[in-house]
């Protein structure tokens, strides 16, 4: 067995992010947190626990799913969905995100492409993961210069979801929404703490030498490349090839 | 129907429903529309666009867009409608996708409006002045929820597998196709085949069928969405949607793009 | 599942969804539910009532009754259901169909209400505090309309065709099926048959399938809608429903009825 | 040929009253505004004017729609129904309709079984009939005991429906909705003023002389007896059958 694929930290991180959901709904183009998901599925499969219920958004094995594009987010608002993933061009210090923009909106340059569910299943989805492998000051930014969607609300506002953690590709961030903000919880291996400081927009609470972030055991490591990486490969058979290649260069 | 007579149902000013990417997109009307001409469309996508949107942006045919994203997909961003913005050409009414479905699920049910959670905070809402927010009149007090008003879309243009001889048209699970054409005063549809029997002959085939009353005009458009795929017919030639991103760069690209394939050769050629 | 184990999901006190009689009927449940015994039922029916609901009732385990309308068609009047209404036993709280459907729909979208037109200047809502009035807020002002509140049911029970070993029910064109399903906290369907083959497997059985992730227990119920009909299965035993409603005129003659056959025992008869 | 048959005057008299519709829907146990409906049709047919369609609800031939039973309802609110039938246990001489029970609700007696979707259809269908083969004191009466749906509605309030006719066994009445009120507009044959005034609960406007009820001319009266009374066999076969018995008598 090789050394450890920077990208099976992420999964494995995200499998740790998700576990005890039921059933999580994982974005179009979003193989990482697919891995994660189908990950944690055959840890709790092989474990006996109950079984955990993946939708991929797009994908025909994973579509279960059968009253067109509004299901989704009908199943989120009736508390059916754990998680979900959100991105963003831009996710500030308060948990906002931004998907539409840079500059004065509406004549945003660049205009990404737009906020998609994020406005709604932000407020609904109990445990929302920020996901960015990006880790640069242009992405984790001060204060976003649209917000899609508030990474908090007001007491009042109606909401049973939002970001619980942010992982990229140099750190997992814990969310504390009271203050609200961000939190180090680890470093990915070979990453160093003022490293991330320099890449980081905002500021973000830290001990005084963050733990390294867990890494997978041989078993769960076996379970990646073999079982998962299978399952993956349904669905993104180029990611799932790529990643092999890598792996085994 | 031919798609010519469908593409003249289409006037100036009207505002035209679009189906996301994977649902079933007419890119055979697309070019049946440029041909046609009709200008200031207001686009609803439903909920988000791509080539299509792309393309008659482009062609110089919209007015505005209402959407919750616009995209190439794996090919990247929408590069016409991306410069119309930054040239402020085109109006975009930038919306979340539960709140198009929102909207035409207010036409669907005649009503003024739909509730929506979620919203209030976004910096959508703050560039949306028809939508509005009240206090949920169920709750001790206070809990402000967003109310977004019926969308009336004039004319739902979509693309699916099969239409009978009846009118009816097999949707599968699909709903938001159901859904563009309750809400839309007009519905024209392309296929790729005209069946025999009627679909809403047995439970089986009727359980995925938008019946005729909602269907104003129906064209044979053998791979009809093409490039995009069409479930359950074809895969989306991500090639092709690759090769226009990189064509549409620049106006003139995107001009020759369009020249060189008039609608139908295209179509030929990737069989 | 079994039908006694399902039945048992049932706690005294909790609210039931149950389709209208067309649609699917879980007859097989009601007698089961029946031998278990969980009184104080508050019944939801999607949108009216019929020989289910008059059973219930007549055995004494149903508290109140949301619904449109309580009758046996041909066969006439709901005896049971009509009795324990004029001796004030049960609480009916008359509703329109739409309105039935509206209440869903806001559980369905996880939205505190729906709003309908129609029904000012009707008993109904005059009858109905937990419904609500507002001034459309898109109007100019004035423009009274109807908010009706989300209906979470506890649990939602009907029969249906085919389930998968996935837990799939096919559903066909009956979406008042799925709407219940969405809108309920847990899901309980007897089918006729469990297939081998994934419902969700392919576009066209797909397209008619509820999914498994809003059904909690199947049990398998040959003929389980019997007297009533199950589409594209078989038809209703009028003369059936028109024995129940003759001897159900007195309690003598409903407990009788309900004596003489027990379950299973007359799906046989039937056959 | 033999007499005309009571029940084909309705029949006759529901098809002119549905001239121009373009989809009229029909409830499930109704087979004589199902005769008039596909009466229309077969007319329209036959001349060479645009389709009639028409939804019989619960039936399977006629059932255009997959969408569940909230179908006919969002029809009816996107102005896709030109035309419906109500009746009722009682009908008051302000067009209010009453299918929940005599006496003092909630504690009816009789309890008829309930609204169905009245109380939104006479609300959004531009032109519901009201029909009702008893014509007694019973049924139309001058106050309805429960007011299922409304025959009018105060200004302000959003209508594009209501009732425009009262058709019942004995004569055909117009219903004026400024007023409000209906007006007689012919006496079915064998019927006189008096006979109806004293079948009549509530007071209504009337000629002098009113007319006869029009009659099926002979091309009419065949199409009825021939397509229409096979088409109509295909939902209503008990009905039909009845039907042709007493024709034939």
Redesign the interface.
Known sequence: MTDIHPREILITTIARLLDGVR?VAVG??SPIPAAGAMLLRALKQRAGAPPV?ISIL?S?EH?????????L????????IDAFFLGGGQIDGHGNIN??GIGD????????????????????VPRVILFREEHSPRVLVETVD?????GV??P????TGGPVALLTGKALFRFDKARPGFTLESLHPGHALAEVRDATGFSFDHAGQPPQTALPDRATLELLRGQVMDELAETYPEFASQMRREIHA | MDLQGMARRVEAGMQLALPVDYAGVSMAMTRALIAHGAGDLDLFCVPTGGLQVDQLVGAGLVRSVETSAVSLGEAGGAPRFNQAIAEGRIVVRDATCPAIHAGLMAAQKGNPFQPLRGIIGSDILRFRPDWRVIDNPFAEGGDPIVLIPAARPDVAIFHAPTADRHGNVWIGRRRELAAMAYAAAQTLVTVERIVEENLLGNEMSAAGTLPALYVSGIAVAPRGAWPYGLWGEYATDTAEIQRYAKAARTPEGFAGYMAAAPAGEMQEAAR
Chains 1, 4 share one sequence.
Do not use: M
């Not at chain 1, 205009?111 to 406005?119: D, H, K, L, T, V």
């Open positions: 059933h179009a183009s219920r797009g025909v579509n279960f799913f059968t009253n067109g594009s509004a299901e987010f009908d199943c989120a608002g009736q508390g059916r998907l539409v909106y509406p004549a945003s340059a660049p205009r990404w492409p737009g906020s998609f569910g994020s406005a709604y299943l932000y407020f609904v649209f917000t899609s969607a508030p609300s007001e009042g506002i109606h909401r």
